[in-house]
Protein backbone atom coordinates (compact mmCIF):
# COMPACT_ATOMS: atom_id res chain seq x y z
CA UNK A 1 0.00 0.00 0.00
CA UNK A 2 2.78 2.42 0.89
CA UNK A 3 4.17 1.97 -2.71
CA UNK A 4 1.64 2.19 -3.98
CA UNK A 5 0.88 5.47 -2.41
CA UNK A 6 4.67 6.61 -3.55
CA UNK A 7 3.97 5.65 -6.93
CA UNK A 8 1.09 8.10 -7.14
CA UNK A 9 3.24 11.24 -5.40
CA UNK A 10 5.47 10.17 -7.61
CA UNK A 11 3.26 10.58 -10.73
CA UNK A 12 1.80 13.72 -9.69
CA UNK A 13 5.54 15.29 -8.87
CA UNK A 14 6.86 14.60 -11.88
CA UNK A 15 3.80 16.05 -13.96
CA UNK A 16 4.09 18.96 -12.18
CA UNK A 17 7.64 19.33 -12.65
CA UNK A 18 7.29 18.68 -16.24
CA UNK A 19 4.43 21.35 -16.65
CA UNK A 20 6.07 24.22 -14.41
CA UNK A 21 9.44 23.30 -16.22
CA UNK A 22 7.89 23.58 -19.97
CA UNK A 23 6.36 27.03 -18.76
CA UNK A 24 9.72 28.21 -17.10
CA UNK A 25 11.68 26.74 -20.87
CA UNK A 26 8.92 28.06 -22.87
CA UNK A 27 9.03 31.39 -21.95
CA UNK A 28 12.62 31.70 -21.50
CA UNK A 29 13.06 30.71 -25.48
CA UNK A 30 10.13 32.67 -26.11
CA UNK A 31 11.82 35.67 -25.43
CA UNK A 32 15.52 35.13 -26.63
CA UNK A 33 13.73 34.18 -29.77
CA UNK A 34 11.75 38.06 -29.08
CA UNK A 35 14.63 39.53 -28.29
CA UNK A 36 16.80 38.27 -31.56
CA UNK A 37 13.76 38.94 -33.85
CA UNK A 38 13.27 42.87 -33.10
CA UNK A 39 13.22 45.03 -35.77
CA UNK A 40 14.82 48.17 -35.80
CA UNK A 41 12.82 51.33 -34.83
CA UNK A 42 12.40 54.85 -35.92
CA UNK A 43 11.38 55.33 -32.44
CA UNK A 44 14.83 56.48 -30.89
CA UNK A 45 13.59 55.21 -27.42
CA UNK A 46 13.19 51.56 -28.66
CA UNK A 47 15.57 49.34 -29.43
CA UNK A 48 13.28 47.03 -31.70
CA UNK A 49 9.87 45.93 -32.14
CA UNK A 50 8.10 42.95 -33.78
CA UNK A 51 4.95 41.72 -34.48
CA UNK A 52 3.48 38.78 -34.20
CA UNK A 53 0.41 36.55 -34.98
CA UNK A 54 -0.47 33.47 -32.65
CA UNK A 55 -3.94 31.81 -31.59
CA UNK A 56 -5.88 34.30 -33.48
CA UNK A 57 -5.01 37.11 -32.85
CA UNK A 58 -2.18 40.19 -34.00
CA UNK A 59 0.72 41.59 -31.20
CA UNK A 60 2.73 44.33 -31.24
CA UNK A 61 5.55 43.82 -28.93
CA UNK A 62 8.22 46.94 -28.48
CA UNK A 63 11.27 46.79 -26.52
CA UNK A 64 12.61 49.89 -24.78
CA UNK A 65 16.04 50.75 -25.09
CA UNK A 66 16.71 51.67 -21.30
CA UNK A 67 13.61 52.12 -19.49
CA UNK A 68 10.38 53.16 -20.10
CA UNK A 69 9.11 56.85 -19.30
CA UNK A 70 7.24 56.11 -16.92
CA UNK A 71 6.42 52.73 -15.34
CA UNK A 72 3.13 50.98 -16.28
CA UNK A 73 1.16 50.16 -13.38
CA UNK A 74 1.20 46.58 -13.96
CA UNK A 75 4.65 44.98 -14.53
CA UNK A 76 4.43 40.69 -15.17
CA UNK A 77 7.33 39.12 -14.04
CA UNK A 78 8.66 35.78 -14.91
CA UNK A 79 9.91 33.66 -12.27
CA UNK A 80 7.51 30.81 -10.51
CA UNK A 81 7.93 29.27 -13.04
CA UNK A 82 11.55 28.77 -12.27
CA UNK A 83 11.20 28.23 -8.83
CA UNK A 84 8.53 25.82 -8.78
CA UNK A 85 10.44 23.55 -11.81
CA UNK A 86 13.40 23.44 -8.53
CA UNK A 87 11.07 22.69 -6.26
CA UNK A 88 9.07 20.48 -7.61
CA UNK A 89 12.36 18.48 -9.36
CA UNK A 90 14.32 18.64 -5.40
CA UNK A 91 11.09 16.62 -4.13
CA UNK A 92 11.06 14.45 -7.06
CA UNK A 93 15.09 13.94 -6.63
CA UNK A 94 14.34 13.30 -3.28
CA UNK A 95 11.59 10.76 -3.74
CA UNK A 96 13.02 8.60 -6.45
CA UNK A 97 16.69 9.08 -5.78
CA UNK A 98 17.29 9.40 -1.72
CA UNK A 99 14.57 7.63 -0.30
CA UNK A 100 15.45 5.06 -3.29
CA UNK A 101 19.08 5.30 -2.94
CA UNK A 102 19.70 1.42 -3.28
CA UNK A 103 17.83 1.05 -6.49
CA UNK A 104 18.62 4.36 -8.36
CA UNK A 105 21.84 5.87 -6.95
CA UNK A 106 23.79 3.73 -5.12
CA UNK A 107 25.68 1.52 -7.33
CA UNK A 108 28.07 -0.99 -4.92
CA UNK A 109 30.21 -2.02 -8.18
CA UNK A 110 31.20 1.97 -8.38
CA UNK A 111 31.61 2.76 -4.84
CA UNK A 112 29.59 1.10 -2.35
CA UNK A 113 28.12 3.82 -0.14
CA UNK A 114 26.09 3.94 1.88
CA UNK A 115 22.08 5.99 2.08
CA UNK A 116 23.62 8.91 4.07
CA UNK A 117 26.84 9.52 2.56
CA UNK A 118 25.55 8.80 -1.08
CA UNK A 119 22.28 11.39 -0.07
CA UNK A 120 25.62 13.67 1.30
CA UNK A 121 27.31 13.79 -1.88
CA UNK A 122 24.25 14.47 -4.02
CA UNK A 123 23.38 17.25 -1.90
CA UNK A 124 26.63 18.36 -1.35
CA UNK A 125 26.76 18.28 -5.49
CA UNK A 126 24.62 20.86 -5.87
CA UNK A 127 25.80 23.54 -3.52
CA UNK A 128 29.60 23.03 -4.27
CA UNK A 129 28.22 23.26 -7.99
CA UNK A 130 26.49 26.38 -7.36
CA UNK A 131 29.26 27.78 -5.54
CA UNK A 132 31.84 27.38 -7.98
CA UNK A 133 29.60 28.85 -10.74
CA UNK A 134 28.83 32.04 -9.01
CA UNK A 135 32.65 32.18 -8.21
CA UNK A 136 33.50 31.61 -11.98
CA UNK A 137 30.73 34.01 -13.45
CA UNK A 138 31.61 37.07 -11.05
CA UNK A 139 35.73 36.46 -11.50
CA UNK A 140 37.41 38.35 -14.26
CA UNK A 141 37.07 35.68 -16.10
CA UNK A 142 33.61 36.46 -16.55
CA UNK A 143 34.55 39.43 -19.16
CA UNK A 144 35.89 37.19 -22.02
CA UNK A 145 32.72 34.92 -22.98
CA UNK A 146 35.09 32.76 -24.60
CA UNK A 147 37.77 31.70 -22.23
CA UNK A 148 34.53 31.76 -19.85
CA UNK A 149 32.78 28.78 -21.52
CA UNK A 150 35.76 26.90 -22.19
CA UNK A 151 36.63 26.50 -18.84
CA UNK A 152 32.83 25.97 -17.46
CA UNK A 153 33.20 23.55 -20.33
CA UNK A 154 36.34 21.74 -18.43
CA UNK A 155 34.91 21.96 -15.10
CA UNK A 156 31.39 20.15 -16.35
CA UNK A 157 33.27 17.43 -17.58
CA UNK A 158 35.20 17.53 -14.47
CA UNK A 159 31.76 17.22 -12.25
CA UNK A 160 30.46 14.34 -15.27
CA UNK A 161 33.32 12.02 -14.13
CA UNK A 162 33.44 12.91 -10.88
CA UNK A 163 29.99 11.96 -10.06
CA UNK A 164 29.96 9.15 -12.30
CA UNK A 165 32.87 7.70 -10.11
CA UNK A 166 30.79 7.65 -7.22
CA UNK A 167 27.17 7.38 -7.89
CA UNK A 168 25.41 4.45 -10.53
CA UNK A 169 25.33 6.11 -13.69
CA UNK A 170 21.56 6.70 -12.89
CA UNK A 171 21.69 8.77 -10.14
CA UNK A 172 25.02 10.32 -11.40
CA UNK A 173 23.53 11.82 -14.62
CA UNK A 174 20.24 13.10 -12.69
CA UNK A 175 22.89 14.68 -10.47
CA UNK A 176 24.41 16.46 -13.09
CA UNK A 177 21.33 17.77 -14.63
CA UNK A 178 19.92 19.03 -11.16
CA UNK A 179 23.72 20.99 -10.91
CA UNK A 180 22.93 22.51 -13.25
CA UNK A 181 19.25 23.05 -13.35
CA UNK A 182 20.21 24.47 -9.80
CA UNK A 183 22.01 26.97 -11.23
CA UNK A 184 20.06 28.14 -13.87
CA UNK A 185 17.17 28.71 -11.06
CA UNK A 186 20.08 30.38 -8.54
CA UNK A 187 20.30 32.74 -11.71
CA UNK A 188 17.05 33.74 -11.82
CA UNK A 189 16.38 34.06 -8.19
CA UNK A 190 19.64 35.59 -7.00
CA UNK A 191 20.81 37.86 -10.31
CA UNK A 192 17.94 38.14 -12.77
CA UNK A 193 15.22 39.20 -10.88
CA UNK A 194 16.95 41.21 -7.63
CA UNK A 195 18.67 43.01 -10.54
CA UNK A 196 15.38 43.69 -12.13
CA UNK A 197 13.73 44.74 -8.82
CA UNK A 198 16.47 47.40 -8.23
CA UNK A 199 16.31 48.95 -11.68
CA UNK A 200 12.28 49.51 -10.81
CA UNK A 201 13.19 50.79 -7.68
CA UNK A 202 15.78 53.03 -9.29
CA UNK A 203 12.68 54.44 -11.99
CA UNK A 204 10.18 54.31 -9.72
CA UNK A 205 12.46 56.95 -7.35
CA UNK A 206 13.34 58.58 -10.94
CA UNK A 207 17.30 57.84 -11.09
CA UNK A 208 18.80 56.00 -14.16
CA UNK A 209 19.13 52.33 -13.06
CA UNK A 210 22.62 50.93 -12.82
CA UNK A 211 23.68 48.98 -15.89
CA UNK A 212 25.34 46.70 -14.14
CA UNK A 213 22.61 45.29 -13.50
CA UNK A 214 20.94 44.91 -16.84
CA UNK A 215 24.74 43.24 -17.70
CA UNK A 216 24.75 40.94 -15.23
CA UNK A 217 20.83 39.81 -16.05
CA UNK A 218 22.19 38.95 -19.63
CA UNK A 219 24.58 37.24 -19.05
CA UNK A 220 23.38 34.49 -16.86
CA UNK A 221 20.25 34.33 -18.82
CA UNK A 222 22.40 33.56 -21.93
CA UNK A 223 24.22 30.76 -19.68
CA UNK A 224 20.60 29.44 -19.20
CA UNK A 225 20.00 28.77 -22.71
CA UNK A 226 23.28 27.28 -23.33
CA UNK A 227 22.46 24.47 -20.50
CA UNK A 228 18.75 24.15 -21.22
CA UNK A 229 19.29 21.71 -23.45
CA UNK A 230 21.90 19.49 -21.74
CA UNK A 231 19.77 19.59 -18.53
CA UNK A 232 16.66 18.41 -20.15
CA UNK A 233 18.97 15.35 -21.82
CA UNK A 234 19.73 14.53 -18.11
CA UNK A 235 15.91 14.52 -16.90
CA UNK A 236 15.21 11.92 -19.87
CA UNK A 237 18.14 10.33 -19.44
CA UNK A 238 16.78 7.63 -17.31
CA UNK A 239 15.13 5.99 -20.01
CA UNK A 240 17.95 4.84 -22.04
CA UNK A 241 20.40 2.76 -20.16
CA UNK A 242 22.92 2.47 -22.87
CA UNK A 243 23.69 6.16 -22.26
CA UNK A 244 23.99 6.17 -18.45
CA UNK A 245 25.01 2.13 -18.40
CA UNK A 246 27.98 2.29 -20.01
CA UNK A 247 31.32 1.93 -19.26
CA UNK A 248 32.06 5.22 -20.70
CA UNK A 249 28.94 7.23 -19.17
CA UNK A 250 30.88 10.06 -17.92
CA UNK A 251 32.36 10.53 -22.25
CA UNK A 252 28.42 10.06 -23.17
CA UNK A 253 27.41 12.83 -20.79
CA UNK A 254 30.15 15.11 -21.96
CA UNK A 255 29.50 14.66 -25.45
CA UNK A 256 25.47 15.56 -25.27
CA UNK A 257 26.35 18.37 -23.15
CA UNK A 258 28.83 19.43 -25.67
CA UNK A 259 26.46 18.88 -28.48
CA UNK A 260 23.06 19.93 -26.29
CA UNK A 261 24.97 23.26 -25.77
CA UNK A 262 26.18 23.63 -30.00
CA UNK A 263 22.73 23.00 -30.94
CA UNK A 264 21.62 25.17 -28.95
CA UNK A 265 24.15 28.06 -30.03
CA UNK A 266 23.17 27.39 -33.50
CA UNK A 267 19.31 28.25 -32.86
CA UNK A 268 20.45 31.28 -30.98
CA UNK A 269 22.32 32.69 -33.88
CA UNK A 270 19.50 31.81 -36.87
CA UNK A 271 17.52 33.74 -34.50
CA UNK A 272 19.85 36.62 -35.69
CA UNK A 273 19.19 35.98 -39.03
CA UNK A 274 23.20 34.28 -40.37
CA UNK A 275 24.36 30.91 -38.91
CA UNK A 276 27.28 29.15 -39.87
CA UNK A 277 26.76 25.61 -40.14
CA UNK A 278 29.66 24.67 -37.97
CA UNK A 279 27.68 24.18 -34.77
CA UNK A 280 24.70 22.10 -36.01
CA UNK A 281 27.06 19.97 -38.03
CA UNK A 282 29.57 19.41 -34.91
CA UNK A 283 26.71 18.34 -32.44
CA UNK A 284 24.94 16.17 -34.32
CA UNK A 285 28.24 14.51 -35.56
CA UNK A 286 29.62 14.03 -31.89
CA UNK A 287 25.86 12.37 -31.63
CA UNK A 288 26.51 9.94 -34.42
CA UNK A 289 30.05 9.23 -32.79
CA UNK A 290 28.73 8.65 -29.30
CA UNK A 291 26.24 6.28 -31.16
CA UNK A 292 28.38 3.71 -32.74
CA UNK A 293 30.80 4.29 -29.10
CA UNK A 294 28.27 2.74 -27.31
CA UNK A 295 26.63 0.94 -29.82
CA UNK A 296 26.00 -3.17 -28.56
CA UNK A 297 28.57 -5.53 -30.42
CA UNK A 298 27.64 -8.76 -31.52
CA UNK A 299 30.37 -11.78 -30.60
CA UNK A 300 29.78 -14.60 -32.88
CA UNK A 301 31.95 -17.29 -30.96
CA UNK A 302 29.15 -16.46 -28.26
CA UNK A 303 27.30 -19.04 -30.00
CA UNK A 304 26.62 -22.23 -27.69
CA UNK A 305 23.41 -24.28 -26.56
CA UNK A 306 22.19 -23.29 -23.06
CA UNK A 307 19.61 -25.16 -21.17
CA UNK A 308 16.55 -22.63 -20.44
CA UNK A 309 16.29 -24.60 -17.25
CA UNK A 310 19.36 -22.26 -16.43
CA UNK A 311 18.33 -19.13 -17.78
CA UNK A 312 15.19 -19.38 -16.04
CA UNK A 313 16.32 -20.33 -12.89
CA UNK A 314 18.77 -17.12 -12.76
CA UNK A 315 15.94 -15.06 -13.76
CA UNK A 316 13.81 -16.46 -10.88
CA UNK A 317 16.48 -15.39 -8.39
CA UNK A 318 17.81 -12.47 -9.73
CA UNK A 319 15.23 -10.96 -11.51
CA UNK A 320 11.69 -11.85 -9.93
CA UNK A 321 11.78 -10.01 -6.29
CA UNK A 322 10.62 -7.08 -8.69
CA UNK A 323 9.14 -8.09 -12.03
CA UNK A 324 6.45 -10.36 -11.35
CA UNK A 325 2.83 -9.57 -10.97
CA UNK A 326 3.15 -9.29 -7.41
CA UNK A 327 6.34 -8.10 -6.34
CA UNK A 328 8.20 -9.15 -2.64
CA UNK A 329 10.73 -6.39 -3.26
CA UNK A 330 10.14 -3.49 -0.64
CA UNK A 331 9.01 -0.29 -2.20
CA UNK A 332 7.78 -2.02 -5.77
CA UNK A 333 4.28 -2.04 -6.21
CA UNK A 334 3.92 -3.69 -9.60
CA UNK A 335 6.38 -4.84 -11.98
CA UNK A 336 8.69 -2.21 -13.27
CA UNK A 337 8.03 -0.75 -16.69
CA UNK A 338 4.97 -3.47 -16.43
CA UNK A 339 8.06 -5.95 -17.31
CA UNK A 340 6.83 -9.40 -16.11
CA UNK A 341 9.57 -12.49 -16.32
CA UNK A 342 7.65 -14.86 -14.85
CA UNK A 343 6.90 -16.93 -17.21
CA UNK A 344 8.95 -18.53 -19.97
CA UNK A 345 6.88 -17.22 -22.77
CA UNK A 346 7.37 -13.79 -21.31
CA UNK A 347 11.36 -14.17 -20.72
CA UNK A 348 11.19 -15.08 -24.38
CA UNK A 349 9.38 -12.10 -25.22
CA UNK A 350 11.44 -9.47 -23.66
CA UNK A 351 14.51 -11.66 -24.34
CA UNK A 352 16.59 -8.24 -26.16
CA UNK A 353 15.92 -6.56 -23.74
CA UNK A 354 17.05 -8.15 -20.81
CA UNK A 355 20.07 -8.47 -22.70
CA UNK A 356 20.36 -4.83 -22.74
CA UNK A 357 19.66 -4.24 -19.55
CA UNK A 358 21.95 -7.09 -17.65
CA UNK A 359 24.74 -7.40 -20.24
CA UNK A 360 25.00 -3.95 -22.33
CA UNK A 361 24.35 -1.83 -19.98
CA UNK A 362 24.16 -3.95 -16.61
CA UNK A 363 21.36 -1.33 -15.37
CA UNK A 364 19.58 -4.46 -14.41
CA UNK A 365 19.46 -5.66 -11.03
CA UNK A 366 19.56 -1.74 -10.47
CA UNK A 367 22.46 -1.31 -8.32
CA UNK A 368 23.10 -4.65 -8.53
CA UNK A 369 20.63 -5.70 -6.31
CA UNK A 370 20.35 -8.77 -6.18
CA UNK A 371 24.27 -9.98 -6.66
CA UNK A 372 23.94 -11.21 -10.27
CA UNK A 373 27.08 -12.23 -11.30
CA UNK A 374 29.12 -11.69 -14.49
CA UNK A 375 29.26 -15.50 -15.23
CA UNK A 376 24.99 -15.78 -15.33
CA UNK A 377 25.31 -11.99 -17.69
CA UNK A 378 27.20 -14.11 -20.12
CA UNK A 379 25.20 -17.12 -19.76
CA UNK A 380 21.99 -15.09 -20.66
CA UNK A 381 24.20 -13.32 -23.88
CA UNK A 382 24.85 -17.26 -24.63
CA UNK A 383 21.51 -18.29 -24.44
CA UNK A 384 19.77 -15.28 -26.55
CA UNK A 385 22.96 -15.95 -29.56
CA UNK A 386 21.54 -19.37 -29.66
CA UNK A 387 18.01 -18.56 -30.45
CA UNK A 388 16.40 -17.69 -26.78
CA UNK A 389 14.28 -21.46 -27.14
CA UNK A 390 12.38 -21.78 -24.31
CA UNK A 391 12.96 -25.73 -24.35
C1 LIG B 1 15.09 -4.39 -7.18
C2 LIG B 1 14.11 -4.45 -8.20
C3 LIG B 1 14.53 -4.95 -9.57
C4 LIG B 1 15.19 -6.12 -9.87
C5 LIG B 1 15.72 -7.18 -8.93
C6 LIG B 1 15.28 -6.15 -11.31
N1 LIG B 1 14.69 -5.05 -11.85
FE1 LIG B 1 14.43 -4.65 -13.81
N2 LIG B 1 13.57 -2.88 -13.35
C7 LIG B 1 13.41 -2.38 -12.08
C8 LIG B 1 12.94 -1.04 -12.15
C9 LIG B 1 12.63 -0.12 -10.98
C10 LIG B 1 12.83 -0.72 -13.52
C11 LIG B 1 12.37 0.58 -14.15
C12 LIG B 1 13.56 1.44 -14.40
C13 LIG B 1 13.14 2.77 -14.92
O1 LIG B 1 12.26 3.39 -14.34
O2 LIG B 1 13.74 3.18 -15.89
C14 LIG B 1 13.22 -1.91 -14.24
C15 LIG B 1 13.20 -2.00 -15.61
C16 LIG B 1 13.55 -3.14 -16.30
C17 LIG B 1 13.43 -3.29 -17.74
C18 LIG B 1 12.87 -2.27 -18.70
C19 LIG B 1 13.94 -1.26 -18.99
C20 LIG B 1 13.49 -0.22 -19.97
O3 LIG B 1 13.89 0.92 -19.75
O4 LIG B 1 12.77 -0.55 -20.89
C21 LIG B 1 13.90 -4.54 -18.04
C22 LIG B 1 13.99 -5.19 -19.41
C23 LIG B 1 14.34 -5.15 -16.81
N3 LIG B 1 14.11 -4.28 -15.77
C24 LIG B 1 14.90 -6.40 -16.70
C25 LIG B 1 15.36 -6.95 -15.52
C26 LIG B 1 16.06 -8.20 -15.44
C27 LIG B 1 16.37 -9.11 -16.61
C28 LIG B 1 16.36 -8.41 -14.14
C29 LIG B 1 17.08 -9.56 -13.52
C30 LIG B 1 18.38 -9.82 -14.02
C31 LIG B 1 15.83 -7.29 -13.40
N4 LIG B 1 15.25 -6.42 -14.27
C32 LIG B 1 15.89 -7.17 -12.02
C33 LIG B 1 13.61 -3.06 -10.91
C34 LIG B 1 14.23 -4.29 -10.81
Known amino acids: MEAYLVDWLSLL ?55 PPQMPARLHWFKWEAYWTWITGFFLLALV ?72 GRGAFIHY ?6 IMVANVAHIIIPGQRRMVDALAAGRAPDPKDAVAGKQRSVHNTYFTLPVLFTMISSHYAFTFGTRWNWLALVALTLAGGLIRVW ?30 RMEKSLQS ?37 DTPERIRTHAVQVRQQTVLSRAMPP ?11 SLIER ?5 AKID
Open 13 to 67: LRWAHVVVGIAWIGASFYFIWLDNHLEPSADPKLSGDLWAVHGGGFYHVEKFRDA
Open 367 to 377: GNLTAMTDEER
Open 267 to 296: FVMRHKGRAPAWPVVTGLGLIVVLGFLVAP
Open 305 to 341: DVKFRAVKSIIDVRCLGCHAAKPSFPGIAEAPKGILL
Open 177 to 182: GAVLGT
Open 97 to 168: YYAGAELYLIDPSVMALSKGAAIGIGLGSLVVGMAVYEGLSRSPLARNDAALGAVMFFLLAAAAWGLCQVFG
Open 383 to 387: WIFSG
